[in-house]
């Protein structure tokens, strides 16, 4: 899954995407690179973002995804939390719905991914992003966020989204310490055990920053050592900016583990 930011301020690309014709040519580029699913997002999510109005995020994101919809063969995810944006985003084109709330910011987003038949991105996320990197706190980092995709993943279904259609993410970054984000990712072959496919987002994160003391931009090594381990351990999508790079690690990592 490549990621394309349309926004001022997010923490790895922010402003280099925010043109949206810009934006649309680094989507085909993303595709020639390997990509199998673009993620669009117009609202930063970073720690302590600010949030955007709906009516901004909408003119961010739908002209980006009518403009890639016409011309890629691959799927094109929605990154938002709000309903309405989804099914706008739906719509234009978009055929998978992820979102960083896990259906808990806008009560009407299942109802949204429900009706569409939209397969949707159930991640964990300690707070909000304004506040989710202030002090947060688990005993059990791994059960915990386990119960929770467990929990969400019920809901989900028992709103009339199809079990096909869940996919859960532990949410490496959103309101977790180094420790959280090392232990989540050691233990990702735990969550397979909910029966949906896994989602790991751990591209350039201030975790990989802070162990090898790197800038953002430096990152790429770091995000290919937690990439390799995450599939070993049984990720499904791997939500990387380096497409081209982790296309390369991701061949070479299946190739290990099916031989």
Do not use: W
Not at 39 to 46: C, F, L, M, P, Y
């Amino acid at each position: 899954m490549g990621i394309i930011n349309v926004t001022p301020d997010s923490f790895s690309d922010g402003g280099l995407f925010f043109d949206q014709e810009r934006a649309i040519e680094y989507g085909l580029k993303l595709e020639a690179e390997g990509a199998d699913i673009i993620d669009i997002g117009g609202e930063s999510t970073r720690p302590g973002s600010i949030p955007v109005s709906v009516e901004d995020e909408i003119k961010r994101v739908i002209p980006v995804i009518k403009g890639l919809f016409a011309h890629v063969k691959i799927p094109i995810s929605i990154d938002t939390y709000k309903s309405e944006v989804a099914e706008l985003a739906v719509k234009a084109g978009a055929s998978i719905i992820n979102d960083v709330s896990a259906l808990r910011f806008d009560p009407d987003m299942v109802k949204v991914a429900g009706e569409y038949n939209t397969p949707v991105v159930l991640m964990h996320m300690l707070g909000k992003p304004q506040d989710m990197q202030k002090s947060p706190f688990y005993a059990d980092v791994v059960q915990e966020v386990y119960d929770f995709l467990k929990e969400r993943k019920e809901y989900a279904e028992n709103n009339g989204i199809k079990r096909e259609n869940i996919i859960i993410d532990p949410g490496i970054g959103f309101g977790k310490r180094i420790i959280h984000n090392l232990a989540l990712i050691k233990h990702i072959d735990l969550f397979r055990e909910l029966q949906c496919p896994v989602l790991i987002g751990p591209s350039r994160k201030s975790f990989i920053g802070e162990i090898l003391n790197l800038s953002v931009d430096k990152r790429v090594y770091g995000t290919a050592a937690v990439v390799v381990l995450a599939i070993t351990k049984g990720a499904n999508i791997i939500r990387v900016h380096d497409v081209k790079a982790m296309k390369q690690v991701v061949k070479m990592t299946d190739a290990i583990n099916n031989a």
